[in-house]
């Protein structure tokens, strides 16, 4: 799989977060063509455009969201079913961030997630919260 390299950091971001941010740059820019004033309102739309690129967007969520390059199909197999099945909201500028963000939350809660049950030993349990912690303390 091809790896593009980010500027700022020692991370190489997957090619599939390329893609996807490629894809979904395209059907964006063909919702906004087609419906400029027909937007219906729905729990995703927000008030105005946001100013980062989807792009940007999807390497920030990699870049701080440390999950598998497999969540990022996921999260587009969930927009596309949720785009198919309801057609008065389409993905456009308005809303593509926010539907974008979840459903790559869900998708890594799907794929990633790891279940501790409570029988593990309390020191494992310490060391997976504190590991949770750094996680929280770098966004």
Known sequence: ????????????????????????????????????????????????????????????????????????VVAYIYLDSFAGSRQAVALDSFNVHRLLITSVLIAVKFMDDVYVSKCHPPQETEQLALGINNCIAQL
């Not at 091809?2 to 490629?22: G, H, I, K, M, N």
């Not at 989807?54 to 920030?60: F, P």
């Open 1 to 72: 799989m091809a790896e593009q390299p980010v500027a700022d950091e020692r991370l190489t971001v997957p090619a599939v977060v390329s893609f996807l941010s490629a894809i979904l740059l395209r059907l964006v820019e063909r919702n906004d063509a087609a419906s400029d004033d027909q937007r219906a309102p729905s729990a995703f739309q927000g008030v105005q455009k946001l100013s980062i690129s989807v792009c940007h967007y999807l390497v920030r969520i990699f870049r701080y969201a440390c999950c598998s390059p497999s969540c990022y």
